[in-house]
Each structure stands twice: as C-alpha cells, then as structure tokens.
Nanobody
Framework: VQLQASGGGLVQAGGSLRLSCAASGRPFSTLGIGWFLQAPGREREFVAAISWSGATTEYSDSVKGRFTISRVNAKNLVYLQMNSLKPEDSAVYYC?????????????????WGQGTQVTVSS
C-alpha cells in the first residue's frame, strides 16, 4: 500500500486546513486509516482514525470537536478536516493504513505509512 498525504501548510490560529490521504496498491475499502502527528522533539501521537466502512471514528481528546475524519472509498481518499487550529497543533501529520480494517489509536495496528505533510499554525 502506498500512501500520499497532502494539504498541509501555514495557517493562523483559529483557521482551518483539510488534509488528504490518497492510497493505492490494495483495495482501499478494506483498510482502516489513521492520522498521527509528530512535533519536533516529541513522540508520534494519535490524532484520528476511521474504520474501513467509515462507520466508526476515533479522536484524541486534544482534537475532539475540532477535527473530523472522513473517507470516500470510491476515490481512495481519507480526509482530515481541521478547524479552530491552535499553535500546538503544529507538527508533521502522517496518514497510516491498517489491514485489519479497524481504525485504532495504536500505531502497531498500522503497517503502512505515508511521508507526512507539515502543518504550521501561527499565533
């Protein structure tokens, strides 16, 4: 599975961005997809995840109510809509795919990772 994350950029606090994760190489509708972030000097952290059907989603407490994960299986795409962005959201964001089909917060459930896209939120 190849994953390509895009949509990052520079935005002011309170603004919005939409990240996209495009997948290829395996039937997309069988994959659980997660988003993780990594800020300089910190461990990679879970952000959001979605199951293969889109019926189940999970969010970290820090983004709940501000971020929304969704998917369009017909287009092999997963989106992360990020609203009310804060400077502490600044990081490289990675999408990951898991063959189990369930979106989870556990990095070990994901066998495929994209290259990351930088999000910078200015105060």
């Amino acid at each position: 599975v190849q994953l390509q994350a895009s949509g990052g950029g520079l935005v002011q606090a309170g603004g919005s961005l939409r990240l996209s994760c495009a997948a290829s190489g395996r039937p997309f509708s069988t994959l659980g997809i997660g988003w993780f972030l990594q800020a300089p000097g910190r461990e990679r952290e879970f952000v959001a995840a979605i199951s293969w059907s889109g019926a189940t989603t999970e969010y970290s407490d820090s983004v709940k109510g501000r971020f929304t994960i969704s998917r369009v299986n017909a287009k092999n795409l997963v989106y992360l809509q990020m609203n009310s962005l804060k400077p502490e959201d600044s990081a490289v964001y990675y999408c990951a795919a898991g063959a189990t089909g369930w979106g989870t917060s556990d990095e070990d459930d994901y066998g495929y990772w994209g290259q990351g896209t930088q999000v910078t939120v200015s105060s």
